[in-house]
């Protein structure tokens, strides 16, 4: 078992930048692969990218990629997402989650928190 907790989300300008948090309890977060989310109300849960557990290598979707950076610090067991040149549809809550090995669907979810980009 691993709890999540998101922190770090808020209001910013347009071409700011935000860092978010997902600090994790319970077991080790270089045990899991972890992913990053957004949803905005109404719409379906997006994939921002992930984390590999073995070797950190990272993969971003389309939207985010170049602007977004995922890294992990298995010091601090937290797992971060730099959010640079953010635009006003990158407004939604965010959520980190893990994915233990060798399952396909993420196992654990944090609660969320608001990304909010004004033009």
């Known amino acids: 078992q691993v709890q999540l907790v998101e922190s770090g989300g808020g209001l910013v300008q347009a071409g700011g930048s935000l860092r978010l948090s997902c600090a994790a309890s319970g077991r080790t977060v270089s045990s899991y692969h972890m992913g990053w989310f957004r949803q905005v109300p109404g719409k379906v849960r997006e994939w921002v990218g992930s984390?590999?557990?073995?070797?950190?290598?990272?993969l971003y979707a389309d939207s985010v990629k170049g602007r977004f950076t995922i890294s992990r610090d298995n010091a601090k067991n937290t797992v971060y997402l730099q959010m640079n040149r953010l635009k006003p549809e990158d407004t939604a809550v965010y959520y980190c989650?893990?994915?233990?090995?060798?399952?396909?669907?993420?196992?654990?979810w944090g609660q969320g928190t608001q990304v909010t980009v004004s033009s």
């Open positions: 984390i590999n557990w073995s070797d950190d290598r990272t």
């Open positions: 989650a893990a994915r233990s090995r060798g399952h396909v669907q993420y196992d654990y």
